[in-house]
């Protein structure tokens, strides 16, 4: 039997889970199956009741590469018997990590406004106060919906106002 991965959605969160079998991992009992490893680890690790599904490895890896953006792994979805992006839940992550950044670029904000108090400039103080009013508007401002249909258009998505990323 060639390798496999266990695909299933948590009933508790709507989470994608995807088991790899440990299948040298050495304390598997001698003789066992790669079979029975198989139903050993749906009977302990999946909830009973909740559909699931065996893939081998390379239809898995397929799936994942037709899913794309592996950023958005936490808005991958089992759909149609496929792995798929939640393009809503992906929208999510990425304004979490676009937020990430604006808080970073805030707080060095904040510092060079404390310098321009300190230096009693009023005229730098004025100027980090609107860029910092700009940082603070992006989550309201910054569209990641428009001409977004996929994952890799929204991985590309990043607003001007902050560092490009590495």
């Known amino acids: 039997m060639a390798e496999e991965r266990i695909i299933y959605t948590d009933p508790n ?47 898995y890896s397929a799936e994942v590469t037709a899913a794309g953006e592996r950023t958005f792994r936490g808005a991958w979805e089992d ?15 990425h304004m979490d990590r676009i937020r990430v950044v604006r808080n970073a670029e805030l707080v060095a904000k904040d510092i060079t406004f404390m310098r321009a108090v300190e230096a009693g400039d009023a005229s730098a103080q004025s100027t980090i106060g609107t860029e910092k009013q700009v940082l603070r508007d992006i ?10 249909s996929t994952p890799a ?14």
């Open 153 to 166: 258009a929204l991985h590309a998505k990043w607003p001007t106002e902050l560092p490009a990323r590495e």
């Open 13 to 59: 969160d709507g989470g994608l889970r995807i088991i790899t079998p440990a299948y040298q991992d050495g304390v598997r009992p001698r003789g066992d199956t790669d079979e029975a490893l198989i139903n050993r680890i749906i009977a302990q690790s999946i909830p009973v009741g909740t559909t699931y599904r065996i893939v081998s490895v390379d239809a």
């Open 139 to 148: 989550p309201a401002t910054f569209d990641i919906t428009t001409g977004v």
């Open 79 to 93: 759909t149609d018997g496929a792995v798929q992006v939640n393009m809503t839940r992906a929208r999510v992550i």
